[in-house]
């Protein structure tokens, strides 16, 4: 980003000697992506587990959700259905 923002590149006097001429257009600023961050530590928890142990010896319930059932071409209304509910809460249908 140091490049686009040097002067002599905004004139467009540059040449690819501006990289060697210059490397003080390389020295960058730690990010403060808290947002990515968090976001590799979510993956790394997902992929590899949690890296602290619980706070309790319980086990999580194995509990399966009843479905309701469905009949032969009943599944696209339910899409439909679904899309069209979201799209009227102001939910993205594509989350």
């Known amino acids: 980003m140091n490049v ?18 210059n490397p003080e257009l390389f020295k960058f600023q730690p990010s403060q992506n808290r947002a990515q961050k968090l976001l590799h530590y979510l993956g790394n928890v997902m992929v590899n587990g949690a890296l602290t142990p619980l706070a309790t010896t319980l086990q999580p319930a194995k509990l399966r959700p009843a479905l309701p059932p469905i009949t032969a071409g009943q599944h696209h209304s339910l899409i439909i259905t679904t899309v069209a509910a979201n799209d009227l809460n102001g939910n993205s249908s594509t989350d």
């Open 4 to 21: 686009l923002q040097s002067e002599r590149f905004l004139s467009g006097n540059v040449d690819t000697y501006i990289i060697d001429e």
